[in-house]
């Protein structure tokens, strides 16, 4: 006979997600979930509510414990799992989306593009100080003018003798005046091609872009490329087309959709122990139907988000994840997320606008979420084109 | 210098402890995790071993389980550990966890042993001062800072009034406070080498002692509840009552 257990569930792993994570994954989770509840998590609301991100201290932190790269193997990165990793995402963005962002950035979009396209000597100058944080990378493919379609760039370098010259600008890039070296997409003759440029390159400079009410504890800038000289071993050789990055978008959206689900925990536990605590008409307003139908509303998609996060993760590691899985995880997990960011607000009440509670905090910051890294729109066509096999993104 | 750490796993503290009908026994889960008090000795063995060119040696004692907790304190950066199961020793007392303990690290061979002050699962609080008499070694206990170099370890040890600071020729044995030393944070390249780390699993036998525990638990009791404390309102003499209440209990 099967045995049912009457024992109360745990409310944030209600359905034993947990239960199908190795220990060495739960213990990479342990390490990073305690690092954001002590150092992340008591001064996430200053930092986000100045605009500031105490960035060296952080990147040393995250050297230290690994977090940078760590999915990459050799010069100086961990060799984790691609769950393990996921996993990381998800207790960092649990703090702050913007947290994970300066991962997310340093690892996949400008580590990995080295890692994977790179020169062995580009890996050995870059890879090694960038993993212990003494190095930022930031990766530069959007522009003002060409968002979901990159392939429209204007950034163009062209040849002068063995060099290039680079002109152009790149907008909305996390990190940008802060990092070391930049990872520059820009339009060739053969084709696009990334380029590594230490930002003390003459003609490089980077502008802060001020008023967000989103991602308020990230760096977001504008890069301006003015005719920056760069010798020929300073492109990556390894690609010459639009896969290199959107390769690297596929790492960093991978991570988002262990990520917002990180977020929606957070929205989900806080407002759990808000409605148990907060008493109106003489009881706990969790003892209210229409509270507990958002409760468990929550519940389910941060549940469902998760195992989501798990398949794909699973899929990662064995070397089977499509990029149309990637783009569903994405997809739904943000816009899931972004949801039980609103519903938490809402239990809240006046309390869910101040940063005392995490939740509209979450809330801002997964608007950006929802659009950066491809939009839902963008993953909207993706899944039909792979379901149809009929564009329609033209 | 040769660092033993002794480290103990325990039940998950979030978790609700169960107890064995009849023996009132701690019920060991399989999935246990590092006493959050054994950090803060790992990481002062850690300290002294980076300091005096040294390694790191865990010994811990009780149902291994999955082994969670021991390759936790790995991953911050142990070099082995020694595990030692056996049936014979469920429900083993003070003195003979002590002795099951004193016996491994003997046979590894030391320079200095760190163990806590207490486990926060049994709290007996006695058995790094058991192991360091079996072994004939000082024992330099409530240690709130630990310098080790050639020869010799000199600790503060907490009293009420302050600290006295206490020096011992190696080898010896010391007993850090929580608080110590602020624990690393596992890395993550610790944990992936943590599964090639070895770890050697002893027996009753292969330590060659015998186990004659004398102890039972007689009985358990609920702790009593805590009573639910007094509230003042303040409606502008609140100040008052608080100094009122303070100086009754002659704090000020």
Not at chain 1, 53 to 73: S, Y
Not at chain 1, 244 to 266: D, K, V, Y
Not at chain 2, 77 to 83: E, Q
């Amino acid at each position: 006979m099967t045995q049912i257990s009457f024992d109360r569930p745990d409310p944030i792993d209600f359905l034993d997600i947990d239960s199908l994570l190795s220990e060495e994954e739960k213990l990479v989770r342990a390490t990073v979930r305690d690092y954001v509840e002590k150092e992340i998590v008591p001064h996430i609301g200053d930092w986000w509510e100045e605009g500031i991100l105490p960035q060296e201290q952080l990147a040393k932190e995250f050297g230290d414990i690994g977090l940078l790269g760590m999915h990459l193997e050799g010069y100086g990165c961990a060799g984790t799992s691609a769950m393990a990793y996921g996993l990381a995402c998800l207790e960092l963005e649990a703090g702050d989306s913007g947290i994970r962002s300066f991962v997310s950035v340093q690892g996949s979009l400008a580590m990995f593009p080295i890692w994977k396209f790179g020169s062995e000597e580009q890996k050995q100058i870059w890879l090694p100080r960038m993993a212990t944080g003494e190095v930022i990378g930031c990766f530069g493919l959007t522009e003002a003018d060409s968002g979901s379609d990159p392939s429209s760039m204007r950034t163009n370098a062209k040849r002068d003798g063995t060099d290039w010259i680079i002109n152009g600008t790149k907008m909305w890039i996390t990190n940008g005046s802060i990092a070391d070296v930049a990872v520059i997409w820009a339009q060739t003759d053969g084709g696009i091609r990334g380029f590594l440029i230490p930002t003390d390159t003459p003609g490089f400079s980077a502008i802060d872009i001020k008023k967000k009410a989103s991602l308020r504890a990230s760096v977001t800038s504008e890069l301006i490329l003015d005719n920056v000289r760069v010798p020929d071993d300073f492109v990556l050789p390894g690609v010459s087309s639009m896969k290199g990055p959107l390769s690297c978008l596929n790492e960093a959206r991978f991570g988002i959709t262990f990520g917002a689900i990180g977020a929606a925990r957070a929205c989900y536990e806080s407002a759990l122990d808000y409605s148990i605590e907060r008493h109106q008409f003489g009881k706990p307003i969790a003892s209210f139907q229409l509270t507990q139908r958002k409760l468990v509303d929550m519940m389910v998609a941060v549940q469902r988000g998760t195992l989501i996060a798990v398949h794909l993760g699973r899929r990662k590691d064995d070397g089977t994840l499509t990029s149309e899985q990637v783009s569903f995880g994405k997809f739904d997990n943000v816009r899931n997320a972004l949801e039980v960011a609103r519903t938490a607000r809402s239990i809240l009440g006046a309390n869910g606008i101040t940063l005392e509670y995490p939740v509209i905090r979450h809330m801002a910051n997964l608007e950006t979420v929802y659009t950066y890294e491809g939009t839902n729109e963008i993953h909207t066509l993706v899944m039909g084109q792979a379901i149809t096999g009929l564009n329609a993104f033209t | 210098m040769k660092v033993v750490v002794c480290i103990k796993q325990i039940p998950d503290p979030a978790t609700p402890y169960t107890l064995e009908e009849g023996t009132n026994w701690l019920v060991r889960p399989d999935e246990q995790i590092l006493d959050d008090g054994d950090r803060y000795g790992v990481e002062v063995g850690l300290q002294i071993a980076e300091a005096n060119e040294g390694t790191v040696t865990l010994v811990s004692m009780g149902p291994s389980g999955n082994g969670q907790g021991v390759r936790q304190a790995l991953a911050m950066g142990a070099d082995k550990a020694i595990l030692i199961e056996d049936d014979a020793l469920r429900g083993s007392d003070a003195l003979t966890t002590a002795r099951a303990l004193a016996a491994a690290i003997k046979e590894e061979g030391f320079d200095l042993i760190i163990a806590g002050t207490e486990s926060t699962d049994g709290y007996s609080g006695v058995v790094p001062q058991m192991m360091a008499e079996l072994l004939g070694v000082p024992a330099l206990t409530y240690a709130t800072k630990v310098e080790a170099g050639e020869g010799s370890v000199t600790i503060h040890r907490q009293t009420n009034a302050g600290y006295d600071v206490v020096n011992a020729a190696l080898p010896a044995l010391v007993a850090v406070t929580a608080g110590v030393v602020e624990p690393r944070y596992p890395t993550f390249k610790g944990i992936m080498d943590a599964k090639k780390k070895p770890v050697d699993n002893l027996s009753v036998a292969d330590l060659g002692i015998e186990v004659t525990s004398d102890q039972t638990v007689a009985s358990i009791a609920e702790a009593t509840a805590r009573t639910a404390g007094q509230k003042i309102e303040d409606e502008g003499e609140a100040h008052l009552a608080i100094v009122a209440l303070l100086e009754e209990r002659k704090v000020i």
